[in-house]
Nanobody, 122 residues
């Protein structure tokens, strides 16, 4: 069992940056893929970025390429650095993990954090 805890959300202005962190407990991330997803009110949960923890291979949604960076940090933590934030980035951001390959859809992830709110004002 993997327990995920997100942190780092908040209220910022357009153009600002935020860094989200996802910390795992219960077992190490080795062999796992870790993804970030986001969900705005009334919308589906969308893929943002993912990383294959052992190889550091990364994947991004087109809407965030060049602005967001997913990375593995020390001690079973994966971060999402978000730069040049836009109002359309406003959503609850979720960290998720699965054993194996990274997928770009939330349906294949088995473990989820509680979510952290990111609000970008114009």
């Amino acid at each position: 069992q993997v327990r995920l805890v997100e942190s780092g959300g908040g209220l910022v202005q357009a153009g600002d940056s935020l860094r989200l962190s996802c910390a795992a407990s219960g077992r190490a991330f080795n062999g796992y893929a870790v993804g970030w997803f986001r969900q705005a009110p009334g919308k589906e949960r969308d893929f943002v970025a993912a990383i294959r923890y052992s190889s550091s291979s990364t994947y991004y949604a087109d809407s965030v390429k060049g602005r967001f960076t997913i990375s593995r940090d020390a001690a079973n933590t994966v971060s999402l650095q978000m730069n040049s934030l836009k109002p359309e980035d406003t959503a609850v951001y979720y960290c998720a993990a699965r054993n194996g390959l990274a997928y770009l859809t939330h349906r294949y992830y088995d473990f989820w954090g509680q979510g952290t709110q990111v609000t970008v004002s114009s």
